[in-house]
């Protein structure tokens, strides 16, 4: 019988993922090292994936509607008795040694390398890194895949898209907010973790490929939402600098606009400043973390976004 310190679980959030599903639990099956729970986490989903949790043995918990990426987080760790758990996007597909690189890792938490599905030679997540304008930065996303994305080194801040953690480090932080609902969640918990000195390791070695914005789609209203107000609640507990601050979210809502969900941002900001209180204590994180940025920019290049955030700021 495994120990829960020995134990690794796998808690995978779903919702009419179907399609998805029946990619990545065959990559699970595949694992060299074998998970010895797989908990899917689902919000009345309709369309057959209870069908396909059962032809692979997953465990099937159904909260009978949908909550949000960290409300369904909390349910799969609570029904977990793993010492380590794994959460991963439903939209995920895991190269087979994936879980076998992440558990040899020391360290609270560890991710790998995450390839863009449709475009394998370009990265979708690596780390992550936060700035002073409540905008953070998924390190390497959109970038051609290199030489610099193979260096492994000790992170602040990790995507959820697929990570490996430790339950200490859940209980330390208090876990996921469930007030943010869903997008930028992970960063809170990454600041949180890394004020209480705890951090992460990325292992490039532990490869997946992410579909990415398949729940919504991409630039969906209520993704934009969201989103737009989860940045300011990122300021009201982390701080920021102000004009950055401006400028960071006005850039993030031209680009909204571009996209025709300029009022999903205005009201995801209107929210996000009704609800605002500062609890911030110290900005010192956030300078460390977007120096990053920037030397991360100057190795790789930057997206029009932070060329016009360097320039402005």
């Known amino acids: 019988m495994v120990s829960s310190e020995e134990a690794i679980h796998v808690v995978v959030p779903t919702w009419r993922g179907r399609e998805h599903l029946a990619q990545l639990l065959p990559s699970l099956a595949a694992q060299t090292l074998q998970p010895t729970a797989v908990i899917l986490v689902d919000g009345a989903s309709e369309d057959g994936s209870r069908e396909v949790a059962a032809e692979y043995g997953a465990t099937w918990l159904d909260l009978g509607k949908n909550l949000g990426f960290a409300a369904a987080v909390h349910a799969g760790i609570e029904a977990s008795t793993a010492h380590r758990i794994a959460i991963l996007n439903n939209d995920i597909r895991l190269a087979p040694d994936w879980l076998e690189c992440l558990a040899r890792v020391d360290a609270s938490f560890a991710v790998g390398k995450v390839l863009q599905w449709q475009h394998p030679e370009r990265i979708d997540a690596t780390w992550d890194l936060a700035s002073l304008s409540g905008v953070p930065m998924r390190a390497g996303a959109g970038k051609r895949d290199s030489a610099y994305w193979n260096r492994g080194r000790s992170i602040d801040l990790a995507p959820w898209t697929a990570i490996l953690l430790n339950r200490e480090y859940w209980e330390a932080t208090g876990g996921l907010d469930l007030s943010f609902e869903s997008y930028l969640e992970d960063v809170d918990i990454g600041l949180r973790g890394s004020k209480l000195g705890l951090r992460g390791i990325y292992e490039p070695a532990a490869v997946a490929w992410h579909r990415g914005s398949s729940t919504l789609g991409a630039w969906h209203p209520r993704q934009v939402q969201l989103t737009s ?72 290049g930057s997206d029009r976004f932070w060329r016009c955030y360097w320039m402005l700021t």
């Open 229 to 300: 107000r989860n940045q300011l609640k990122l300021v009201a507990r982390h701080g920021g600098d102000w004009w950055k601050v401006i400028v960071g979210q006005g850039l993030w809502g031209f680009a909204a606009a571009r996209h025709g969900c300029f009022l999903p941002w205005l009201e995801g900001k209107l929210e996000g400043i009704r609800n605002f209180k500062n609890e911030a204590d110290s900005t010192a994180l956030l300078s460390r973390l977007e120096s990053e940025i920037f030397a991360s920019d100057a190795a790789t």
